[in-house]
Nanobody, 115 residues
Framework: VQLVESGGGLVQAGGSLRLSCAASGSIFSINVMGWYRQAPGKQRELVATITGGGSTNYADSVKGRFTISRDNAKNTVYMQMNSLKAEDTAVYYC??????????WGKGTLVTVSS
């Protein structure tokens, strides 16, 4: 499984970004995909996940601001991030969970929010 993220960058507080993650390899539309992030000096944390059927789960810190979605035909997961805050600054990682629950990770994309 290979995961390639894109869409990160520098944005002012209050702005928006859209992250994309293209998956290839042994991908199944039923598998869970998601986004995690890691800020400097902090542990990696869950941001949002989405099942093959479209059920979503969000961290409390991003509820109402971030929206995760997926296109199973394209093996791609997206995350629309609105009303960005300085504390959203982090490297964002795409995650794909295989049928045994083993996670696969992309290399990450940096999101920097200036205040």
């Amino acid at each position: 499984v290979q995961l390639v993220e894109s869409g990160g960058g520098l944005v002012q507080a209050g702005g928006s970004l859209r992250l994309s993650c293209a998956a290839s390899g042994s991908i199944f539309s039923i598998n869970v995909m998601g986004w995690y992030r890691q800020a400097p000096g902090k542990q990696r944390e869950l941001v949002a996940t989405i099942t093959g059927g479209g059920s979503t789960n969000y961290a409390d810190s991003v509820k109402g601001r971030f929206t995760i979605s997926r296109d199973n035909a394209k093996n791609t997961v997206y995350m629309q991030m609105n009303s960005l805050k300085a504390e959203d600054t982090a490297v964002y990682y795409c995650m794909h969970s295989d049928l045994n629950g083993m996670p696969y990770w992309g290399k990450g994309t940096l999101v920097t929010v200036s205040s």
